[in-house]
């Protein structure tokens, strides 16, 4: 069953969701069930994986890493998603990009969660 908010990929074309209810039932995709993402942790070896948020003026700013994460064709950020309370707010990013995102919220640091998806390591929370 998913939960709200949690994310599934399809370990065969790569196709990913974000669960927005929690009705029952399963999530599949070219004939299989989808996996589900857990989100990794710095004890994992996130230095370069672990979003950074931070508040600059009436915005929050995410910086993929305490070490700049790669923005290569092979190995780049994809997405970097953030909840505040109630509400979900996301940046896709693609190779070539600054390895982090400006959100226009006026939220405190603490009162975001920020989850992002290494396309080689997978999803990563801070």
Request: charged share 25%.
């Amino acid at each position: 069953m998913a939960n709200l908010n949690e994310i599934y990929k399809c370990n065969l074309c790569g196709n990913m969701v974000q669960a927005v209810g929690s009705a029952g039932g399963t999530l599949s995709c070219c004939g299989q069930e989808m996996e589900l993402l857990e989100p990794r942790q710095l004890e994992e070896g996130g230095a370069k994986h672990i979003p950074v948020v931070t508040k600059e003026d009436d915005k929050i700013v995410v910086n993929m890493g305490e070490i700049p994460h790669p923005m290569e064709e092979e190995h780049y950020i994809q997405f970097i998603i953030l909840n505040v309370g109630e509400k979900i707010y996301r940046a896709n990013l693609n190779p070539g990009d600054e390895p982090k995102a400006v959100f226009d919220i006026n939220a405190e640091p603490d009162e975001i969660k920020a989850i992002a998806y290494c396309n080689i390591h997978g999803l990563w929370h801070d």
